[in-house]
């Protein structure tokens, strides 16, 4: 990567080229080193905004979640049931595709000692629970069918950023399939005991 010129610094410009880095080469290559080349500065100079390396990956998890957040609040705004979940579906995996090194950055929240990030969690965590009521959930059934609408969005991105859909098939499709199951399910259970005590 070639340096930028010398510019006025914030944590803001920091920030956002720590994202294309991250974007480009992949999460472990944002470095001090390699950030303050791209930025055309010496590596103390970043200590003026945040405490090291951890105090950069902390930034750049924040800096994440609340661009994930605000790009699924603006899609499921206004939208209910079905429509509602698949707006926010596709914000999320359009925000993987984009943004894969910002996205990984966001994944690994017990290493992330700062409130506000996780309270930005809470914020993703309740979005989802408002879009899922109209299903009927309440109380822990809610909570399960968040987790199990955020594994199959992880797990469609993880497997797609890997290269692991090789078939010639339309990803989108099959998103839109999985997801029409899986909300199908979540109809069909609607009023059952959620609890793990399975006979």
């Given at each position: 990567?070639?340096?930028?010129?010398?510019?006025?610094?914030?944590l803001?410009?920091?920030?956002?080229?720590?994202?294309?880095i991250?974007?480009?080469?992949?999460?472990?290559?944002?470095t001090l080193?390699?950030?303050a080349?791209?930025?055309?500065?010496?590596?103390?100079?970043?200590?003026?905004?945040?405490?090291g390396?951890?105090g950069?990956?902390?930034?750049?998890?924040?800096?994440?979640?609340?661009?994930?957040?605000?790009?699924?609040?603006?899609?499921?705004?206004?939208?209910?049931?079905?429509?509602?979940?698949?707006s926010?579906?596709?914000a999320?995996i359009?925000?993987?595709?984009?943004?894969?090194?910002?996205?990984?950055?966001?994944?690994?929240?017990?290493?992330?000692?700062?409130?506000?990030?996780?309270?930005i969690?809470?914020?993703i965590?309740?979005?989802t629970k408002?879009?899922?009521?109209?299903?009927?959930?309440e109380?822990?059934s809610?909570?399960?069918?968040?987790?199990?609408?955020?594994?199959?969005?992880?797990?469609f991105?993880?497997?797609?950023?890997?290269?692991?859909f090789?078939?010639?098939?339309d990803?989108?499709?099959?998103?839109?399939?999985?997801?029409?199951?899986?909300?199908?399910?979540?109809?069909?259970?609607n009023?059952e005991?959620?609890?793990?005590?399975?006979?």
């Open positions: 990567m070639s340096p930028r010129p010398k510019q006025a610094l914030d803001t410009t920091i920030l956002e080229t720590a994202v294309k991250a974007d480009e080469a992949g999460v472990a290559e944002v080193a390699n950030l080349k791209e930025l055309n500065i010496r590596p103390p100079s970043l200590y003026n905004h945040f405490d390396l951890s950069l990956q902390e930034n750049l998890a924040l800096y994440g979640i609340k661009r994930l957040y605000e790009s699924l609040a603006s899609e499921a705004v206004g939208l209910a049931g079905e429509e509602a979940v698949m926010l579906a596709k999320y359009e925000f993987a595709r984009k943004h894969p090194g910002l996205y990984e950055a966001t994944l690994s929240p017990r290493n992330i000692n700062n409130e506000e990030f996780h309270k969690g809470d914020k965590v309740d979005l408002r879009v899922l009521t109209a299903y009927g959930l109380g822990e809610v909570l399960h069918a968040v987790r199990g609408l955020r594994s199959i969005l992880h797990g991105s993880s497997l797609e950023q890997k290269g692991g090789g078939m010639v098939l990803t989108d499709l099959s998103l839109r399939l999985i997801l029409k199951s899986f909300l199908k399910g979540i109809d069909e259970m009023g005991d959620w609890s793990l005590n399975m006979p």
